[in-house]
């Protein structure tokens, strides 16, 4: 299947010299489109905005939304609290500045969804919680919900053979004083690639965030913890009860919290299913775009 490439390639952020961009995708002869702003996943370690799925980037023809696929800076040069600032920043520019720099009624900024996948997810979820307005329905794919979780505090194998690396390997990106990156490459290009399952064998996903175990400053992004005080729009949760990069039971938690507050949520767990279950180009869901599009 041929790849499609983004229709534009705007930056929504500066940090002194650091350029943030966005891709955006837009289907034909739109006019008023939604949007759907997509995070890539990483767990804040380490990705790119170009890894948006087949099924996303189709879907932009086929359901006549918009997509936006944004990078962000990545941790733990920044702390999670600077990443979420670049999502504010993000969904900011798109209500209120990218329908100005792609032309009049080419986009409804007002309409927005937002998903991701991984730690993209998380951002999803981060932002349901606490962007006002919220966005009209969020799709959180094999989310990242707790770092203080019990997958996260205890040290995790290498998902399907990957790579692990060590800490002198990985020392240039584990140095909190070098510079912000917004991006990193592939395997075995870019050695920050084996950050993620790093982070898994040490089990340092709170540390590398900029938060403390148990701490206070971990509270607002333990996910399920803050769905009652804060709520969340309606959700379409994706997420395999066999992945071995975000254990299930991270997507379980913030679906049973939003249940109990009596909160609108689809949630899809195939059984037998991994990370990376919607990457593949023959992958279609269209209960997953009928709900979001019933918001939209």
Known sequence: MASITPDHTIIYKRVGALEIPMDIYLPKNVENAPVLLWFHGGGLLQGRRDLVSPHMRN??????????????????????????????DCIQFIRNNLPTHLGKNIIDGSRLAVSGSSAGGFLTLLAGLYIDP????????????????????????APNGRYSASAEEM????????????????????????????????????????????????????????????????AYVLHGDADTAVGVE??????????????????????????????????????LYDFVMKYL
Not at 64 to 82: E, K, M, N
Not at 255 to 267: F, I, P, Q
Request: with cysteine; charged share 20%; proline share 8%.
């Open 134 to 157: 919220k966005p009209q329905v969020i799709i959180p794919i094999y989310p990242i919900t707790d770092p203080l979780g019990t997958f996260f505090i205890n040290s995790q194998p």
């Open 171 to 234: 020392a240039e990106y584990l140095d909190v004083k070098a510079s912000p990156m917004a991006s990193s490459g592939k395997v075995p290009g870019d050695p920050r690639s084996h950050m993620y399952v790093y982070m898994l064998r040490t089990a340092s996903l709170a540390q590398l965030w900029g938060i403390g175990d148990g701490d206070e400053s971990a509270a607002p992004y333990r996910i399920s913890r803050r769905i009652h005080q804060h709520g969340l729009p309606p």
């Open 250 to 287: 991270q997507s379980d938690e913030v679906v049973g919290a939003m249940m109990g507050c009596g909160l609108t949520v689809e949630y899809e767990r195939p059984h037998g299913k991994d990370h990376f279950l919607d990457n593949g180009d023959e992958y279609q869901n269209s209960a």
């Open 59 to 88: 879907g932009v023809q086929t359901y006549g939304f918009a997509c936006i696929s944004a990078d962000y800076r990545l941790t733990p040069q920044v702390s999670v609290g600077d990443v979420f600032e670049d999502v504010k």
